[in-house]
């Protein structure tokens, strides 16, 4: 059986992920895909409740700590849900992933990217996503989305220039990675961000 692709989405709190998922499961389904969605820190079981923790404004944690809760949520991750889905040849999207770990624990609590490597080497392997969606947006605007949704967990609670790290740290990666980060202008109008979705989409569509 064809193995499925492996989509990651990423950007700062407020960047409009959540708002494009729905689209992208439409144009991926609309191609007669077997569809998996799923989230980080999250996913599974084990991975839900180390999320109820790491979002959690009321339990402060070492900056090492909340990384190797991420990295440990994203290892049960991969082994119940990642990797047999893919096996399975459903294409699995996954609300963030391991790029979050280097712009949130790297870039945002100033973690050396050197030890997020190991982990990531050590949780992972080789295995990268097929195509990163980055939606990028100035830190003043994803904040303004981010106050006006819901009451914030432990890192929307953060100050704006924690989330000035969060997005130069993305915005290395995407440089660093150009075949498989695909950067998307989410400031401009949702209509305008969805034909900039469904245009990355078809080339990995047309590589099938
Ligand atoms: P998020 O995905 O934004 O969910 P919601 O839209 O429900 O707020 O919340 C997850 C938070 O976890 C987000 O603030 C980023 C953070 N995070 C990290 O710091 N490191 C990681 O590796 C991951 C996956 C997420």
Do not use: C
């Not at 904040?143 to 993305?170: G, L, N, P």
Request: glycine share 8%.
């Amino acid at each position: 059986m064809t193995q499925g692709k492996f989509i990651t989405l990423e950007g700062i709190d407020g960047a409009g992920k959540s708002t494009q998922l729905a689209w992208i499961i439409e144009l991926l389904q609309r191609a007669g895909l077997q569809t998996v969605v799923t989230r980080e820190p999250g996913g599974t079981l084990l991975g839900e409740q180390l999320r109820a923790l790491l979002l959690d404004k009321s339990i402060a944690m070492h900056a090492e700590t909340e990384a190797l809760l991420m990295f440990a949520a994203r290892r049960e991750h991969l082994d119940k849900v990642i990797l047999p889905s893919l096996a399975q040849g459903q294409w699995v999207i996954s609300d963030r992933f391991t790029d979050a770990s280097f712009a949130y624990q790297g870039g945002g609590r100033g973690l050396d990217s050197e030890k997020l490597a190991i982990l990531e080497h050590w949780t992972q392997g080789t295995l990268q996503p097929d195509l990163t969606l980055y939606f990028d947006v100035p830190v003043d605007v994803g904040q303004q989305r981010v106050s006006q949704i819901k009451v914030s967990d432990r890192f929307e609670q953060e100050q704006t220039d924690f989330f000035q790290r969060v997005r130069a740290a993305y915005l290395t990666r995407a440089k660093q990675f150009p075949d498989r980060i695909k950067q998307i202008d989410s400031s401009q109008s949702l209509s305008e961000v969805k034909i900039a979705v469904e245009q990355v989409l078809q080339h990995l569509l047309h590589d099938e």
